[in-house]
């Protein structure tokens, strides 16, 4: 290579790497426009759009909102987490910029937390269904009798949702028996073992099948969601009219988009929008077993240990994104 040609390389690595900076300042000083407007939605537009800045540029930007308290703290302390963890930026974080509550979640993550291994009490037999699924799902293996106690109809809970069976049956049916599983459940007459078996079917990467106008609505707007894909379609059927959650279609909104419905989980948990709690529990179990792994099972029976329990998983997610997103 002569002279020449490096000389030429050099202007044009010079020429790129003054581009990039550029550019930069340029989305940071957008951004910065965005975060100082008086406008609610230019503001969460800047916070949104911050994501593609380095941490040590976004930082500066957001800490004044978080430390303001404004409505705006939460959504930017997700995202100085997220970048901190992409960025390996993590331990400046822990020094500052973050509320004292988070904080304290971050170092708690910081801290290496062992995965947890905790013994489960034996369940009775006279115990109901629901309750004998839930416990199944804190087991890796059962016995026969409780094999069967999980397969059997009724599958719906005190709340009519399906959502403990479906993940009870997932875990633990063998993959030899899936097929008929779902082909069973799939020619029942109950809507509900069918409801079942649509979203194992889902669940297992199979064809999900068009259903009939006489179904009910519920399954019909299930399986509409799962076959389509439409993120759209779930978010409108996700609330009942009291604002509390339906757990299958959240189920459903998780297996056709974990990047778009997993946020709304956490945020839906943390603001107290589930009847039965332990469902969403069960469903940030089964989608994100990293994380869960390291937090307890027990003794979720109150607001305050579920929201430490959630904010706990919130910051363990957000940390996995930063790394997914490095």
């Known amino acids: 290579m002569n002279h020449r040609s490096v000389t030429i390389g050099l202007v044009v690595l010079t020429a790129v790497y003054a581009a990039v900076i550029l550019s930069t300042e340029n989305d940071a000083a957008e951004i910065k426009t965005l975060l100082q407007s008086s406008s609610e939605l230019d503001v969460k537009k800047g916070i949104k759009q911050s994501k593609r800045l380095h941490y040590d540029v976004c930082k500066p930007l957001l800490v004044p909102l978080i430390e303001q308290s404004s409505k705006h703290t939460t959504q930017c302390e997700d995202v100085l987490i997220e970048l901190a963890s992409r960025d390996k930026r993590v331990l400046d974080l822990k020094v ?25 009490e034996p369940i009775s037999e006279n115990s109901s269904q629901w309750l004998m699924r839930l416990w199944s799902l804190q087991q890796e293996e059962l016995d026969i009798q409780t094999l069967l106690a999980i397969n059997t109809t009724p599958f719906h809970d005190r709340d009519g949702s399906v959502l ?15 097929i008929a599983t779902t082909a069973s ?3 029942a007459l109950d809507s509900d073992d069918v409801r079942t078996g649509t979203l194992l079917s889902a669940i297992w990467g199979y064809t999900i099948d068009q259903f009939q106008p006489s179904m009910n609505d519920e399954l019909m707007t299930i399986s509409k969601v799962l076959q389509t894909r439409d993120t759209a379609l779930a978010w409108r059927t996700l609330h009942h009219e009291d604002g509390t959650i339906r757990p299958d279609q959240m189920l459903a909104g998780l297996i056709i988009s974990e990047t778009e419905f997993l946020p709304i989980l956490i945020d839906s948990a943390i603001g107290e929008q589930w009847a039965h709690p332990e469902h969403a529990v069960e469903l940030a179990r089964w989608i994100r077993p990293s994380i869960t792994q390291r937090l307890p099972t027990k003794g979720l029976t109150t607001v305050k ?18 790394i997914r997103n490095g």
């Open 96 to 120: 500052g910029g973050l509320t004292t509550e988070m904080n304290d979640v971050l170092r708690w993550w910081l801290n290496s937390p062992p995965q947890l291994k905790e013994s489960s």
């Open 164 to 178: 403990l069976s479906v993940l009870a049956i997932n875990k633990h049916t063998p993959l030899q028996k899936r």
């Open 305 to 322: 240990s579920r929201l430490d329990w959630w904010r706990k998983f919130k910051c363990g997610y957000l940390i996995e994104q930063g």
């Open 185 to 187: 459940l799939l020619g």
